[in-house]
């Protein structure tokens, strides 16, 4: 792809690719930035995985996240949209479309992954219509709850992995 899929007010979102690589590793190496997202490590693999499963979801489905780019720059501020989900646990995300962001501290506060999930759900929405959303966040990321409480998204069950409890939310077709 030789340009972003779309913009919003301040970020270009582009199609996963092998140069994000770097990018994801740089992103996901602050602890802060990770401590909403389970237990997982990261490092070189996980996050070549990452990418991996953000371009298999395009593959596969046509959609998934978007590398979030300052606005004509190559500079990646995270990773957002909707992706082909398989949590394994049921409950409402296993088989589905499941909106998730992930974006580097110093965006933190300035409404960046609001404005980029509600187009991330705006494309897709235009795309694939009357499509169930889920969503999946830790009980602690507040700020995130919130995201996703101005995009409409309820809460519809829990899931307890380990000592954190994953609040599940959906946005119904």
């Known amino acids: 792809m030789s340009g972003p899929e779309f913009s919003t007010e301040r970020l270009d979102l582009w199609r996963p690719a092998a140069r994000d690589h770097e990018a994801l590793i740089d992103l996901l190496a602050d602890e802060e930035v990770r401590q909403h997202l389970g237990s997982r490590p990261t490092g070189t693999v ?3 995985n990452r990418l991996c499963r953000n371009a298999g979801s395009w593959a596969l489905f046509g959609y998934g996240i978007f590398t979030c780019r300052a606005r004509g720059s190559d500079e990646v501020l995270g990773i957002c949209g909707v992706f082909h989900s398989w949590r394994g646990f049921g409950k409402g995300l296993d088989d589905t479309p499941e909106i998730g962001w992930i974006f580097a501290r110093k965006t933190w506060g300035q409404g960046i992954a609001s404005e980029t999930a509600r187009a991330s759900l705006a494309w897709f929405d235009a795309t694939f219509p009357g499509r169930r959303v889920g969503c999946m966040i ?16 309820v809460r519809y069950d829990e899931q307890v992995d380990g000592d954190t409890t994953l609040i599940l939310l959906e946005r119904p077709a």
Request: glycine share 6%; net charge negative.
């Open 46 to 48: 996980e996050e070549f």
């Open 138 to 153: 830790n009980d602690t990321n507040l700020p995130s709850l919130a995201v996703a409480a101005k995009l409409g998204f």
